[in-house]
């Protein structure tokens, strides 16, 4: 799977249908070569172009600064010659930055090692080569590492960086991943959206400059994602050419794409260097998260079920993945913070009686928290609202055949507590400055030992204090005021990312210490919706929005990078409570089939047709959670698109069943069937549809016909089988 070709010093690395090839030039340089559809040879060392006349004003051919300025670099440095985006700035004692790391050896060997303290994709099967290049000015060597598995057309690239010499460096920014590539009037994928509009698929096209996508609120944001896809001007879900870059990380990020004056493109993605500054003592080292790249020339399609794949087989840990979630109803919807124990068993009996699994208690139940401007960091039992605390209400919850979930927010302070009474100094905040509140609340300092301690010990005794077996881990705001009275003045730069990092080591004692505990993440709904998270949670709240309309366009955003059962979905009550619009309570059970399903209503409240109703949706969610679990994803069409109907549809990996899932937004007096092409069969062989059969091949380029639902906001799942025999 990895070569080095050591006559022409090229290092190719292939999946099953890509290759991605990187050349020394002058035995000193690392360039990139080629990434795309699979090679057999090794001998394109030409494609560095070092021979190739210099620019204007250099004359003599190999002037540096030309050199530099123009060579595909596969981890580019600033400051010394090379005036596109830079991956790496260091700065010495000098208080300079500058540097020229050049090939000082590489390794191949089976398997790929874990990164310590981040999440990072794992399996056997795999190979990894690293790569040192070491700049012996300053004394940094940088360790680049690229992964490959049998089974994946992926390559996870991350970068080590370590000071080898005798003097602190300060690094300035530090990027995992860089492409470099012949420029094609590549348009530019991602994923922008706010609270309640997460990951809406954008396109644009790139002319000059630079495209951007980015965060520095402390979290992956709902704002932007850590994605980004240069596309072939015609790409569509089937054909044409995809380069995508994936952070493996759920803090703040930059993602680049730069068309420079050669006409080629540089991408780039890693931590976002604003407010950033990591200080590395002699021998010390700074481990940057990874970065997933995939490539694929049949269009979204195959990069979607590329990235599925991965996360199944190689991101996420918990041996839920391959389970049926239990089917949970939550109360927040139901009652916001207005619930006591006699409350939530009335929706917990009902649910019962209907075959709902889990109740999950959402905010609320700690301190004195009435409402958002109170009590978070106080993890202990409000009495008054329950009454015998957690274990009553646990085991009653338990006697009725259910299990019992919790919500917290642990990354949390509210100024109204007795933690922040007792430790304001705990909060994140600068110097002489008010922190900015925000919903109420202010951020821990995650980067003290002392105050990671104290969370984790409080999460630990509740989940000890009765049979408690999901949490949902929320956090609400971003991360301002960054600065704290501990660290020296020189490494208040690393905050943000020690703040990450703690995060991820709370969840990963979380699932240590209690290895069955179902964990679901959250951010004001889908504010930290990243593959950092998912490799301590199989599962994370998609959205706060949870009308049926326009959790289309935020799930089909989130699909297109991430596998439906990850997907928090639940069924809400109408008129909905972020909109107001109404939609049938079955359109709203077919939407959230595509996700982990679930109810977040009172169950009490809604009418006895609508209750009647949960049982055989509970049973279509059970008849489709394995099929939605593992199987392969296609978008069939997009509401986004064609403003009338969504359609996607789900393929188990041996091709003998699937699933369509069809809404049709709006109706339309002048079509009274539609078309509807299958994807993903056998072309040879016979499929079942409502009792009639097809050829594969039919159904996938000539299409199935459907006749139109009556009226807008309607949905239907149609089931596809293999007739054996
Ligand atoms: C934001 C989450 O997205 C909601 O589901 C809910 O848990 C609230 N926070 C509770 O404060």
């Given at each position: 799977m990895i070569i080095f070709d050591e006559i022409n010093s090229v290092f190719k690395l292939d999946t099953n249908t890509t290759s991605y090839v990187m050349g020394l030039a002058d035995g000193k340089y690392l360039g990139h070569i080629y990434y795309g559809k699979k090679l057999e040879s090794t001998d394109l060392s030409y494609l560095l172009r070092t021979q190739e006349h210099p620019f204007?004003?250099?004359?003599?051919?190999?002037e540096k600064l030309s050199f530099l300025d123009s060579f595909p670099m596969e981890y580019p440095t600033g400051a010394i010659g090379d005036f596109r985006e830079s991956c790496i700035d260091v700065r010495d004692g000098n208080g300079q930055t500058g540097l020229e790391p050049v090939y000082a050896g590489h390794r191949i060997y089976e398997g790929k090692d874990g990164l310590d303290g981040l999440p990072a994709l794992w399996g056997d099967n795999c190979q990894t080569l690293e790569i040192a290049l070491l700049d012996s000015c300053v004394g940094v060597k940088l360790l680049l590492s690229y992964s490959v598995f049998a089974d994946c057309d992926a390559v996870i690239r991350s970068v080590k960086a370590e000071n080898a010499g005798k003097d602190a460096v300060y690094l300035d920014r530090v990027l995992s991943a860089c492409l470099e590539m012949d420029d094609e009037e590549y348009e530019m994928l991602s994923l922008p959206g706010a609270w309640s509009r997460e990951r809406h698929i954008t396109r644009q096209p790139l002319h000059s400059g630079s495209f951007v996508t980015e965060s520095v609120r402390g979290e992956s944001s709902h704002q932007d994602h850590p994605f980004l896809a240069a596309v072939s001007k015609n790409c569509t879900q089937t054909a044409g050419d995809v380069y995508a870059m994936h952070f493996v990380y759920s803090g703040n990020f930059l993602a680049k794409a730069q068309r420079n004056q050669y006409g080629t493109l540089r991408m780039a993605l890693g931590i976002h260097p604003e407010r950033f500054c990591w200080k590395l003592g002699p021998g010390e080292a700074f481990q940057a998260p990874e970065a997933v790249l995939v490539y694929s020339d049949e269009g979204l399609g195959k990069m979607t079920r590329t990235l599925h794949d991965l996360y199944r087989g190689h991101l996420i840990r918990s041996g839920y993945k391959g389970k049926e979630r239990p089917v949970l109803i939550n109360n927040w919807e139901a009652t916001y913070f207005d619930f006591d124990t006699e409350k939530l068993l009335s929706i917990a009996r009902e649910s019962a009686k209907l075959g709902i699994e889990m109740l999950v208690m959402d905010d609320g139940w700690f301190g004195h928290r009435e409402n958002e401007y109170s009590s978070l960091g106080d993890w202990v039992v409000n009495e008054n609202k329950l009454p015998g605390g957690l274990g009553y209400l646990v085991d009653e919850v338990n006697k009725l055949g259910m299990k019992f979930g919790i919500w917290f927010e642990p990354e949390m302070i509210s100024p109204d507590s007795d933690l922040y009474r007792r430790h304001p100094d705990w909060a994140l905040q600068l110097k002489g400055r008010t922190p900015s509140l925000a919903r109420g609340q202010l951020v821990l300092d995650l980067s003290r030992p002392e105050v990671v301690d104290y969370v984790y010990g409080c999460i630990s005794k509740i989940l000890h204090s009765a049979n408690i077996e999901y949490v949902k881990w929320d956090m609400n705001r971003g991360v301002s005021d960054i600065g704290n009275t501990v660290l020296p003045p020189d490494r208040q730069g690393e905050i943000s990312h020690r703040y990450m990092l703690e995060v991820y080591e709370l969840q990963e004692r979380l699932i240590t210490e209690f290895p069955d505990l179902l964990l679901e993440n959250c951010s004001s709904g889908g504010g930290r919706f990243d593959p950092g998270m998912l490799y301590y949670s199989p599962q994370i709240w998609c959205s706060d929005d949870t009308d049926a309309i326009e959790r289309l366009q935020i799930q089909e955003g989130t699909q297109l990078l991430y596998p439906m059962s990850t997907i928090g979905a639940h069924v809400s009550d109408c008129?909905?409570?972020?909109?107001g619009r109404v939609t049938p309570f079955e359109t709203r059970g077919v939407v959230a089939l595509a996700g982990t399903f679930g109810y977040e209503l009172d169950i009490t409240k809604i009418s006895q047709k609508e209750r009647d109703m949960v049982p055989s949706q509970i049973a279509a969610y059970k008849k489709y959670a394995p099929l939605i679990r593992e199987g392969d994803y296609y978008r069939i069409a997009s509401f986004r698109e064609n403003h009338l109907y969504d359609c996607y549809e789900i393929v188990s990996k041996d091709k003998t069943q699937a699933a369509v899932f069809f809404v049709q937004v709006f109706n339309e007096p002048s079509v009274r069937s539609r078309r509807i092409r299958l994807q993903g069969l056998k072309e040879n062989a016979r499929y079942e549809v409502d009792g009639k059969t097809y050829q594969g091949g039919a159904l996938m380029y000539a299409g199935l016909l459907r006749e139109r639902l009556r009226g807008d906001f309607q949905a239907e799942v149609i089931e596809v089988r293999e007739i054996s025999g």
């Open positions: 204007v004003p250099s004359q003599k051919p190999f008129p909905n409570d972020t909109l």
